[in-house]
């Protein structure tokens, strides 16, 4: 028996499927079925962000499951949340896809968003879904700053250290791996399908006086600049005494690569990168790798060579000695 499609469920068909399986969380005052759902927040300001995930560029249905796929659309939501120094509440989802999608294959996508906000005490209230000739997951992630302040790409200032919470290059090894048409090492194939984001380190970042940060989703190099540029200073990172984790290193040898270039340009890990005043109690989630310098140019020093552009090994090719 064949599986009933989008199309012959019907718009107002998915939307009740997809509905009645949603868990609802404390700050959800109003969810799916009015106009807008009502979100309850305890700071009184809301953080808001949004994130576009497309079927081909930023997902593949043969490397992905759709449970897979809803959990890294979430992901990249929420970490911006994380990111703020704030805690998410709610996620707003909206669905595009072809009529010949399996329902179940939106319903599966549906699970991974709601397991994904779980992990942060969030809950999806609501959203919309129109056809497609692909599928588009926007996911919007509403948050909570709980009393703090939010935490900007702005505030670094020289004489701060720099520190990073999470993976590195994990999400661009397992994009190389199955790109060559491999499925090992499993640990980074499963970290390109769905990141790992170190939620909490966000709020304890903030909580220890984190005078930066930002969500590391195109790469640290990349995301380092948004940082110095904002800041108007000079991001420095050594990567002397960098050991490359295992899975990154056998990946990299089997490949003929230097596994840094993976973990100073590679994407999608979510890590967080943030500056601390020296001397700040650094939360244990946090390794400095790396200071903040005065600069009348803006950018980022890696093994202090000026980085020009944001990739691989051509941004050495690019580079000047500071």
């Known amino acids: 028996m ?40 305890a700071s009184g300001s809301v953080l808001a962000t ?37 805690v998410a509440t709610s996620l707003l989802v ?24 779980a992990r942060v005490g969030a809950c999806v209230v609501g959203g919309d879904v129109v056809a497609s000739p692909v599928i588009t997951l926007s996911v919007t992630a509403l948050g909570d700053l709980q009393g703090r302040s939010p935490v900007l790409r702005s505030g670094a200032r020289a004489g701060d250290v720099l520190a990073v919470a999470g993976r590195l290059g994990w999400s661009a090894a397992g994009l190389a ?28 970042a903030a909580d220890a006086g984190a005078t930066a940060m930002i969500d590391v989703s195109d790469g640290l190099i990349a995301d380092a600049r948004h940082l110095a540029e904002a800041s108007g200073v000079a991001v420095v990172i050594d990567t002397s005494d960098w050991v490359s984790p295992e899975p990154i290193a056998v990946a990299a040898s089997a490949f003929g690569v230097d596994p840094r270039e993976w973990m100073l340009t ?23 790798i790396g200071s903040v310098l005065a600069s009348q140019e803006p950018g980022v020093i890696v093994d202090g060579l000026r980085m020009e552009d944001t990739g691989g090994h051509v941004h050495f090719n690019g580079a000047r000695r500071e």
Not at 94 to 116: Q, S
């Open 177 to 204: 791996v199955l790109s060559g048409g491999f499925r090992s090492p499993s640990a980074l194939v499963e970290a390109h399908r769905i990141p790992d984001p170190p939620y909490s380190a966000g709020p304890m």
């Open 94 to 117: 909206g669905f595009a896809a072809p009529g010949d999608l399996p329902v179940t294959w939106a319903l599966e996508c549906t699970a991974g968003l709601t397991a994904e906000a």
């Open 266 to 288: 590679g994407g999608e890990d979510h890590a967080l990168l943030a500056t601390f005043p020296a001397g700040a109690a650094i939360p244990a989630a946090f390794r400095i």
């Open 2 to 41: 064949s599986e009933t499609t989008i199309g012959e469920a019907g718009e107002f068909g998915l939307i009740a499927r997809i509905t009645e399986a949603l868990p609802r969380c404390a700050a959800c005052l109003v969810g799916p079925g009015d106009d807008t759902a009502v979100v309850a927040t």
């Open 50 to 86: 949004i994130d576009v995930l497309v079927e081909g560029i930023h997902f593949r249905r043969d490397w992905s499951s759709a449970t897979d796929v809803g959990r890294k659309a979430a992901a990249a939501s929420l970490a911006d949340v994380a990111a703020m120094g704030g």
